[in-house]
């Protein structure tokens, strides 16, 4: 800490006049609420803290473990104290939604607790000029969250953190995150308020519908030759795979998703709302047996088409087989892909 309080002039020290009281609920468990009657103590912002904040923006939910990750020196302990710290300044906050996990495994001690970045926080980021995607207002959308969404979430944090861990060392292979794919987007895309949101028109059962689907991430893969478009469909398996019916337009299933993503290719749709000439959908579940029955509906749906447009793994997979770069991977036609191929 030393060495990098040096590095700072003093011009960076951030000091609170007085306890910070947040306008949100407070929680009746201690680890996630703010003391409101003690003011907390002074840090010096340093560029560790800034690149911590960065990666709450561009994820929107990170737990103390997948930070840990993004700092790199492998100090749980000092980690939390940041947390703690940047959240007693309204920097950080630890949604209240997670409360349902810490009655669940209370007695599991001290469980990995989630935080997101608050407008305090993205401020402070645009005033030290971090690039951030300023429509990234994520802090909006904390209120009312379900433990089940913030599981969600911290998933597709989880595989986005696996992709630039994964990454090689000497920079031949390099990932865009969808918050940085966003520029590259037609204008009219750019200027509409849900930008990753995909809306194709199809003829479904034989009466036309438009199908709606936002993908959990959009990120690329590239050398300095190749690169390669994806769009990453989370399942934790609480999701119906088809209504009753069968019907693709009943709800959001994932038959559904696979029509809109399937029609999206068939029309051209890629291309004309992100400028993708390509793109593969990539999803990550549950179980073996749940990507037997996910290729079956994939077959309904496509009769058989576009089968290399959909790739499946599980976090078993991942785990075992070398991680998300590995052969983890597993299409309608072959098993152990890898996402990038020589």
């Known amino acids: 800490m030393t060495s990098d309080c040096a590095r700072y002039h003093k011009a960076m020290l951030i000091t609170a006049t007085r306890p910070f009281k947040s306008r949100k609920r407070r929680s009746e468990y201690a680890r996630l609420a703010v003391p409101e009657d003690v003011c907390p103590p002074s840090f010096r912002l340093t560029q560790r803290i800034l690149k911590l904040l960065q990666a709450l923006a561009t994820h929107r939910f990170l737990s103390t473990d997948q930070l840990v990750l993004v700092d790199g020196s492998n100090s749980a302990a000092y980690v939390r104290h940041l947390m703690r710290v940047l959240m007693r300044h309204g920097l950080v906050e630890r949604p209240i939604g997670q409360e349902a996990y810490l009655a669940s495994f209370l007695h599991n001690g001290n469980y990995s607790l989630a935080h997101a970045i608050t407008r305090a926080g993205m401020k402070l980021l645009a005033e030290h000029r971090v690039p951030i995607d300023p429509r990234l207002d994520w802090t909006t959308k904390h209120t009312g969250m379900s433990p089940m969404f913030l599981a969600h979430a911290l998933e597709v944090s989880q595989f986005m953190l696996d992709c ?110 992100w400028g993708f000439p390509s793109l593969r959908i990539v999803t990550v579940t549950t179980s073996e047996a749940r990507i037997d029955h996910m290729l079956e509906h994939q077959h309904a749906v496509t009769d058989g088409n576009a089968s290399r447009m959909f790739l499946y793994t599980t976090r078993e997979r991942i785990e075992r087989r070398g991680g998300v770069l590995g052969p983890v991977w597993r299409s309608a036609e072959s098993d152990s892909i890898r996402l990038v191929q020589a």
């Open 164 to 273: 630039r861990l994964a990454l090689p060392a000497d920079g031949s292979l390099e990932l865009v995150d969808h918050n940085d794919l966003l520029h590259e987007f037609p204008e009219t895309t750019r200027a509409r308020k849900f930008p990753y949101q995909l809306v194709v028109s199809a003829y479904i059962d034989k009466l036309p519908q438009t199908l709606t689907v936002i993908p959990d991430r959009l990120f690329r893969l590239h050398t300095p030759q190749h690169h390669w478009n994806f769009a990453l469909e989370n399942d934790r398996g609480t999701e119906s795979l088809a209504t009753r019916s069968k019907k693709s337009t009943k709800r959001a299933t994932w038959r559904k998703k696979v029509s809109a993503y399937y029609h999206a290719y068939r029309s051209g749709t890629f291309a004309q709302t």
